[in-house]
């Protein structure tokens, strides 16, 4: 799947291995530098909600279960 850039938080989503990951900014990012997208992460920031983090989920699994399966909400 590709990476998925949201512009309010200015931050591109992206997947390595089977987790996915974030880092601020658009086009080349440092990928090693990601912050893994976890349940914890979601409650301590406030630029998206969890309609975003589904459609982050679908772009960059492929699936919107990987909220269900990794997040675990």
Known sequence: MADYYITK???TYFLSGS???????????DK?????MTKDWFHS???INIS?????????SGSYYYVRD????
Request: aromatic share 12%.
């Open 9 to 11: 938080n200015n931050s």
């Open 32 to 36: 090693t530098n990601g912050t893994e």
């Open 70 to 73: 990794t997040m675990e909400f």
């Open 45 to 47: 920031q406030w630029s």
């Open 52 to 60: 975003d983090v589904l459609q982050i989920s679908k772009q960059v």
């Open 19 to 29: 987790k996915i990951y974030f880092a601020e900014g658009s086009g080349s990012i």
